[in-house]
Every structure is written in structure tokens, then in C-alpha cells.
């Protein structure tokens, strides 16, 4: 799959990003890519992602909320046995273990019984999300000149439609819960730290700017990445639908070496 004919691709497929560059430019390749169907700045994604949580705030709300309920209960339990070694320490031995292992034991199971609903909400929403971005995709759709989606093709479409959604709906059911949990617990913690020691809160924020130089630099390069691969499903999608629906076509005339390199460059790409 290493050796593939790059021009088999059509040009609906974005260029490869130079390997010589240290930073590509957000544009690169759209001028080869003009078939595809238009591509969003980060302006109109903002500003969707604010009309998509504006229209479901009580259920983003609500998920926000029992996460938060999430990581305080996770957090009960370091405090417990910090509690139980003070007790230890001023002879209090007995007490001091029974108390604890009875707080530790709600707090895990409050903790786990607001993981479960956190999960379940997060998926009811993404599904919502799911639903509501089809819709809107559909509606958009149709509103094109016929002769631009006869241009994009049925992969560009069906790419949109599919893997394009379920990306943005696995961020809202899946990443989003995991981020807010995890800013949480680095909130919580931190406050924690600061009013118990704050020398060691100076400590852990001495990686800090190192964490925020990778950050900047990885998302200053990443867009054109998943762009890349976006154009590449979708050309993928396409040669494979268009295969799909005129097998008899291409068994008649023939094409079926033809529709096999397509294929082959097409994977051999992605």
C-alpha cells in the first residue's frame, strides 16, 4: 500500500502537508480542493458550538453539575485518610479507622453512582447533539447549487454526514465529560493545595509552561491534520460508494482495474 498513483485521487483531496515546514498555514491545499463542499472558519464554528449550547444549556448544565459532584466525592477519600493519620498520631487508632472506612465507603459509592448518571446524561445529550447536527446539516444541504454537490460527490456527503458528526457528537458525549472532570479535579485540587501548603502548589506549577508552549504548539499544527484526514475518508467513501452503486456498469465496461487502482490509491493515502 506504501506505492500508489497520487493521481488517481481527483481533486477533492487535500495536499499532503510539507514535511520541511514548521508551521502550515490553516488555507494549505484548498486551492486543490475546490470540488469539496465549503469549509466552516473558526468563526462559524464558534459561533455553532455557542447556538448548540445555547439550545441544550439545561442539559449541558446538568452534566457540568454532576461532574462536579463526581470529583468532589473522588476527592473525599485522600482527605479521609489524611483525617485517619492525624488520629492515628494523637492515639485515637480504633475510632479513626472504623470513621473512615465508613466515609470512604459513601463517598465511593456516591461517587459512583454520580459517574453513572454523568455517563448517561453526557449520552442522552450526545445523542441530542447527534440528531439536531444532521438536521441542521440536511437543511443547509439543500439549500447548495445542485451543481456543487454533484461536484463533492457522494463520499464527501456521506463523509459529512458520518464521521464528520460523529466526531463532533463523540467530543460532546465522550471528551467533554472527561475534560470537565478533569479541570475540575485540577481546580479543586489546586485550591486544596493553596489553603493547606502553597509551597507545593508553587511546585506543581513550575511544569505549567511547558504544559501551555506544547499546547500552543500543537494546535497551531493540528487543523490541517485533521483536515487531511477528513478529505482522505472522504475520498474513501467516495471511490467505495461509486464502486458500490455502479458495480454493473463497471462489470459491463470493464473498469474493474481501473476501480481497483482508484481504491488502492485512495487507502494507500489515507
Known amino acids: 500500500?506504501?506505492?500508489?498513483?497520487?493521481?488517481?485521487?481527483?481533486?477533492?483531496?487535500?495536499?499532503?502537508?510539507p514535511n520541511d515546514t514548521t508551521r502550515v498555514a490553516k488555507d494549505f491545499g484548498l486551492d486543490r480542493a475546490k470540488a469539496r463542499l465549503p469549509i466552516a472558519s473558526d468563526r462559524t464554528v464558534n459561533n455553532?458550538?455557542?447556538?448548540?449550547?445555547?439550545?441544550?444549556?439545561?442539559?449541558?448544565?446538568?452534566?457540568?453539575?454532576?461532574?462536579?459532584?463526581?470529583?468532589?466525592?473522588?476527592?473525599?477519600?485522600?482527605?479521609?485518610?489524611?483525617?485517619?493519620?492525624?488520629?492515628?498520631?494523637?492515639?485515637?487508632?480504633?475510632?479513626?479507622?472504623?470513621?473512615?472506612?465508613?466515609?470512604?465507603?459513601?463517598?465511593?459509592t456516591l461517587q459512583t453512582i454520580f459517574a453513572y448518571f454523568t455517563r448517561t446524561k453526557a449520552a442522552i445529550l450526545g445523542e441530542f447533539v447527534l440528531s439536531s447536527l444532521r438536521e441542521r446539516f440536511v437543511q443547509r444541504a439543500v439549500q447548495l447549487p445542485p451543481d456543487a454537490i454533484e461536484r463533492a460527490g457522494s463520499g464527501e456527503l456521506l463523509n459529512?454526514?458520518?464521521?464528520?458528526?460523529?466526531?463532533?457528537?463523540?467530543?460532546?458525549?465522550?471528551?467533554?465529560?472527561?475534560?470537565?472532570?478533569?479541570?475540575?479535579?485540577?481546580?479543586?485540587?489546586s485550591l486544596g493545595i493553596f489553603f493547606t501548603a502553597p509551597i507545593f502548589l508553587a511546585a506543581a506549577l513550575v511544569t505549567l509552561p511547558v504544559v501551555v508552549a506544547l499546547t500552543r504548539w500543537y494546535l497551531r499544527r493540528s487543523p490541517q491534520a485533521y483536515r487531511v484526514e477528513s478529505s482522505l475518508y472522504s475520498q474513501v467513501n467516495s471511490v467505495l460508494v461509486e464502486t458500490a452503486e455502479g458495480g454493473r456498469t463497471i462489470e459491463a465496461l470493464q473498469l474493474g482495474d481501473d476501480r481497483l487502482i482508484r481504491t488502492r490509491a485512495a487507502i494507500g493515502r489515507w
Open 1 to 17: 500500500m506504501k506505492d500508489f498513483d497520487a493521481s488517481k485521487l481527483g481533486i477533492a483531496t487535500f495536499d499532503p502537508p
Open 48 to 108: 455553532e458550538l455557542f447556538t448548540l449550547f445555547k439550545s441544550h444549556q439545561a442539559e449541558f448544565a446538568v452534566v457540568a453539575l454532576l461532574q462536579i459532584f463526581t470529583v468532589i466525592a473522588a476527592l473525599v477519600a485522600p482527605r479521609a485518610f489524611g483525617n485517619m493519620l492525624e488520629a492515628l498520631k494523637n492515639g485515637d487508632g480504633r475510632a479513626a479507622v472504623v470513621n473512615t472506612v465508613i466515609v470512604i465507603a459513601i463517598a465511593l
Open 160 to 189: 459529512r454526514t458520518t464521521t464528520d458528526i460523529n466526531h463532533v457528537t463523540w467530543a460532546v458525549r465522550d471528551a467533554l465529560p472527561v475534560i470537565t472532570i478533569c479541570v475540575s479535579e485540577i481546580v479543586i485540587i
